[in-house]
């Protein structure tokens, strides 16, 4: 389905150098602010006090956002927790403050705006179990990049591979260091949907890939350069990229809007990533499997493959065998 039909093929690679630089310098200035501000981290990671109370009917949360804000915790998260009735409130740790006093403190407040809340649990969630979060997402996004290196190496070969990763963690840089110098708070939500991004930017840039393959095996392709070879692949696939993304990002930018609070950032994630995951699918991963050299050897089909694919074709069974 092509929605968008171009005529003639985008140069998209005249301008992939200053792309690129644009890129680096991004990613540098990104690295700086997480090395300097580093991550507001939510008391998943740093612990704090986790309260679930229960009200009589449906919880009004922005008014239970209103209180533990009076009491001074703009970081709290507050969200329903199964039915409509019952909330989860998490309070971050306070200097000379136990959790005890927390709970305390935030039940009296509850109570004043509405007597009939009443307590169902709450404990203590300590750094340790943050430190644990922590180190399961980072091995997490380990084993994906490195699944990701291997698919595509498989797929395609070692500079795709190479190309494809750098692009995508050119992208969870990027979010990170948004989190980093806005302070934004870096939760368990915020760390799925950088997860998704990953997926989802490795399936970009497979497309586009896939879409170069393609066209350096067109007999049209012989007297191309890569660059018209690439140039075609990604004009080819931009009405695709149109469709798909622009549908997803309606439906992210419905969360980050309509979502309330605690979709919020979750979302905002997800708005940078797939910005950031069109751009570099295009301008970072193929511009640099253009600067690795690949070539149309790299996707030559030998002699006898086409004559092995000519024979199958003859074959009077072969359609019964697909």
Request: net charge neutral.
């Amino acid at each position: 389905m092509e929605f968008f039909r171009f005529k003639k093929d985008i140069n998209f690679m005249k301008h992939v150098l200053t792309f690129n630089m644009i890129s680096i310098a991004t990613f540098v200035l990104a690295v700086f602010f997480l090395f300097s501000k580093g991550l507001h981290f939510s008391i998943e990671f740093t612990g704090g006090t986790s309260t679930v109370v229960q009200y009589a009917q449906a919880a009004k949360l922005d008014d239970i956002r209103n209180a533990v804000t009076t009491l001074g915790y703009a970081d709290a998260q507050v969200q329903n927790f199964g039915g409509s009735r019952d909330v989860i409130i998490r309070l971050p740790l306070r200097e000379g403050e136990t959790s005890q006093a927390q709970s305390e403190k935030l039940v009296s407040a509850l109570k004043a705006q509405d007597s009939s809340v009443t307590v169902q649990s709450s404990e203590f969630v300590g750094p340790q179990v943050g430190k644990e979060l922590a180190t399961g997402g980072l091995l997490a996004l380990l084993f994906v990049c490195v699944g990701i290196v291997i698919y595509l190496a498989i797929r395609f070969q070692w500079r795709y591979a190479v190309a494809g990763i750098l692009a995508n963690l050119h992208d969870v840089v990027i979010i990170l260091g948004f989190f980093a110098f806005f302070q934004w708070e870096f939760s368990l939500s915020v760390l799925a949907a950088i997860l998704a991004i990953l997926g989802y930017s490795v399936n970009e840039s497979v497309v586009i890939f896939d879409r170069i393959r393609e066209v350096f095996r067109e007999p049209k392709s012989r007297t191309w350069s890569t660059r018209e070879v690439m140039n075609h692949a990604i004009t080819s696939t931009t009405s695709r990229t149109i469709i798909t993304h622009g549908s997803t990002e309606m439906m992210v930018l419905a969360m980050l809007f309509l979502g309330g609070p605690t979709l919020h950032y979750f979302a905002l994630a997800l708005t940078i990533g797939i910005v950031f995951g069109i751009y570099s699918s295009i301008f970072v991963a193929a511009g640099l499997s253009l600067w690795l050299g690949v070539s149309k050897k790299d996707f030559e089909i030998s002699q006898e493959e086409l004559q092995r694919r000519e024979a199958n074709r003859q074959d009077p069974n072969y359609g019964a065998q697909i």
